[in-house]
């Protein structure tokens, strides 16, 4: 398994979807242990394939999506059987199909929330059986609010919810 050796703390950029629940508590864990986030929309960024790509490293292609997203729920989207540029093309097209966060530091890029190489080298430890990983609303058909531009503008200026 690889290491990395990052600063702690450190300047992250954290790509999530806005008012993701579970986005919210990988974001206070990160700032809990010291580190300064730069968060963006993950859907409103201009992805390409070749821009997309590094964040999913060598993880198998099934791998790289957001097991939550309405399209793969449904059964209209099977990532295992994508190629890695029918995948990309999928993702670029509709970034909710994306596995969240996308994390990127000092050169690195790392999609999703869970134990491992690049967590433990920001200093990120989850207890057994923690899960920051899987949708926060839970059940069979998850439905999260729909975000207006005003509640970007919050959640912009108080990241972690704190005042109100």
Known sequence: MATFNLPIPGELVFY????CLSN??????LVA?????????LLAELWTAE????????RPVAEWFNPS???IRAGEVEPAALSESEALALMVADPL?????LIETAG?????????????????ELEDGEDLQSCSRGGVD??????HSTTLLAAAADPLGEHG
């Not at 919210?24 to 864990?29: T, Y």
């Not at 199909?97 to 966060?101: F, M, T, Y």
């Open 69 to 71: 997203a309405p399209r």
């Open 142 to 147: 998850p439905v999260c609010p729909e975000v």
């Open 51 to 58: 821009r997309l790509r590094p964040f999913f490293g060598a």
């Open 97 to 101: 199909l994306i596995r969240r966060p």
């Open 16 to 19: 999530e979807k806005p008012g």
């Open 33 to 41: 242990v010291g580190h300064c986030l730069e968060v963006r929309n």
């Open 108 to 124: 690195l890029c790392d999609c999703g929330f869970e134990p491992g190489p690049v967590l433990s080298a920001l200093g990120v």
């Open 24 to 29: 919210a508590r990988q974001k206070a864990r």
